[in-house]
């Protein structure tokens, strides 16, 4: 089972699939509550863009929680492990949702597999992680410029995915993609939505050894990820590990950016085919 990231959906999951089908692994990509064919994506954000109408376009994220999407996940847990093991993965964002499933379901869960994503160990959440050293080699924060709107006011961060400035889209491209090729870095903008519930990145994701604990689980480390640099994702695998010194983290390392692992779909199946149970 496949779970995305923030502003994204199942449809990143598309090149990871095809390789895990030919490997002969069934899989299921998820869409978190408001992702997929539910989002949103108002007529102000289209081109032309009114940026000014769209600053102040009610979300319909607002309000949606980190335990929507763990109760959205645990029910979908439920109905695919009465077919075989599961193997629950996240990216990015899509960890703390994972981390909550194992909380809830762990005897359900078979495997957790992090790609550089948030498993929060001694702090709340990946807001809370940012203010940390460990982050500071991210290049997320400055583009600010990207957001539209105000965010208290909205429940939601809003990012232009749609802009034309060439320095926001090259500032964007060097946070998350730096490696593939623009035309890469452009289909891949072209799937993202633009909003992301700020109750989901706020919320309490912290894991508990006693449940989330006793499950197997897997990092895979992106070394060239400057959205949630090196730094911060050896810290959270350091962290689960004095958790729970006696059920480590299995690492995997590619040399790869955050999103630029979907262009290595190959080698990221051929990791997932060895962890199969």
Not at 33 to 43: C, E, I
Not at 138 to 150: C, E, I, K, R, T
Not at 204 to 225: E, K, N, P, Q
């Amino acid at each position: 089972m496949l779970v995305h990231g923030s502003g994204s959906s199942s449809f990143m999951w598309a090149p990871i699939q095809r390789e895990l089908a030919l490997l002969g692994h069934r899989s299921f990509a998820v869409d978190l509550p408001g992702h997929g064919l539910d989002a949103q994506y108002p007529v102000a954000y289209q081109a032309p863009q009114d940026l000014s109408a769209w600053a102040n376009e009610p979300s319909t994220l607002a309000g949606v929680s980190l335990q929507d999407n763990v109760d959205m996940v645990v029910d979908v847990v439920r109905r695919v492990a009465g077919h075989g093991p599961v193997v629950l993965v996240g990216a990015s964002l899509g960890g703390t949702t994972i981390s909550g499933v194992g909380n809830t379901v762990p005897d359900l869960v078979d495997r957790l597999v992090y790609i550089s994503a948030w498993s929060c160990v001694e702090l709340a959440n990946p807001i809370e992680y940012m203010q940390r050293p460990e982050f500071s080699a991210s290049l997320l924060p400055p583009l600010a410029a990207l957001n539209v709107g105000d965010p208290v006011q909205l429940g939601v961060g809003r990012a232009n995915y749609r802009t034309a400035d060439p320095a926001l889209l090259a500032g964007l491209k060097a946070a998350i993609m730096a490696d593939g090729t623009d035309q890469q870095f452009h289909a891949f903008l072209n799937i993202l939505q633009p909003d992301e519930s700020i109750a989901v990145m706020m919320s309490d994701a912290r894991v508990h050894a006693g449940t989330w604990g006793t499950i197997a689980r897997t990092y895979i480390r992106l070394t060239g990820d400057r959205s949630l640099p090196i730094a911060m994702q050896d810290r959270l695998i350091t962290e689960a590990d004095a958790l729970t010194p006696d059920n480590p983290y299995d690492v995997h390392t590619l040399d790869t950016t955050h999103a630029g692992f979907l262009f290595r779909a190959a080698e990221v199946a051929a990791i997932l085919d060895g962890l199969a149970v």
